[in-house]
């Protein structure tokens, strides 16, 4: 599967066959690589509102929105004005400026655990960072993670991990040596018993336990309550901090993020992909007490020469400014259910096995009979399938997550009748595909 006639990419391949010359597979990021779909990437020019616009002129409503961070819709009049406001002043300082302290604030006010907070650049540095704190402030050095859940490339948190990794077949990546990956646990997620037997095992050495509290990762799996009960549970009794990776989920699945939705009560949590309005920002914060360890308040090393770079920090405050003055979400609400109903009745109408999974505008459909719960039973979809449903909507215009095993996205600029295109074109594939 790789496209038909029905659209001309032939700048599109020309780019991509030089870009495998220069870079390797010819991306800078292996999520866009097409591996869980075949054929070439599609090469990209210019974006507006929900819409893509590819290097040969073809037109796409656009379900990744940079993987989560575009909720607004690319190129919100806020957001560009604000960039290029910032612009005129300075690109980076590498010295304190006060668009830090507004983003901050931002930051706390609205994510309810986060009392104290550090911007990073990117959702693995946060990640990354959330680690090396609970390791510094508990003084052990387990960790537990969950298997399909993916949160960067952190080589301790590299082992059976989901998006790309997962999608490429390289779950346990070479380079990451054993010594590295020996204090990592792997959790089943939403399974509780096999939590209480890890922690029966090893509760005293584990520092914390980082889990995606909706996963987009594995196509989207939602957590069972009673699963998110048990993790605050058993971390507390245990003495272990609970990190929740919201670099998806935050000001997406509501403005507080899942910890909102879910009334989660995390020590730590990790931001990324929207607080930077589609600029490289990420964040880690937490309880006070916890975040006083980073130096140079406390004595974990954690730094970075962009971190808190005036032109990201100014599209993230004017992305949540927007966020919280004229909040999308019921809106986000509305729009996705309607996805979800439509692309249901004609999966359904087409005798197509399926399983969609959606929380507020974050939506799988999973080619698969099981509803996925852990990365067992979403590893039982028909990825050859979604192959070609991918391609059958590429080529109607419309440019869904190129794998099974990725979430996606609609933001606040797509309208009811992005919605119901969708649903009409998705209804033309699966006739294609039974
Ligand atoms: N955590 C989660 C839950 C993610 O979805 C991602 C990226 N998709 C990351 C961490 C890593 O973020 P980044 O790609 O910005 O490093």
Redesign the pocket.
Known sequence: ASGNARMNREKSQQIFAKAKQLMPGGVNSPARAFGGVGGDPIVFDRAEGAYLYDVDGNKYIDYIGS??PMILGHRHPRVVDAVKRAADRAFSFGAPSVGENILAQLIIDLVPSIEMVRLVN????A?MSAIRVARGFTGRAGIVKFAGN????VDSLLVAAG?AAATLGVPNSPGVTPGTTQDTHIGRYNDVPHLEQLFAQHGSEIAAVIF?PVV??MGCVIPSPEFLRSLREITRKHGALLIC?E??TGFRVSIGGAQQLYGIEPDLT?L??IVGGGMPI?AYGGRADVMKHVLPAGKVFQAGTLSGNPIATAAGIATLEQLRETPPYEYLEKISAQLEAGLAREATQANIPHVITRVGSMLTLFFSSVRPQDWETASQSNTARYASYFWGLADRGIYMPCSQYEALFISAAHTPEDIEATIRSAAEVFKTLA
């Open positions: 993987w989560g990117s959702g693995t540095e990640t993916y949160h960067g490339h998006s995606e987009g990762n990776d670099v998806m990790t990324g992909k990420g």
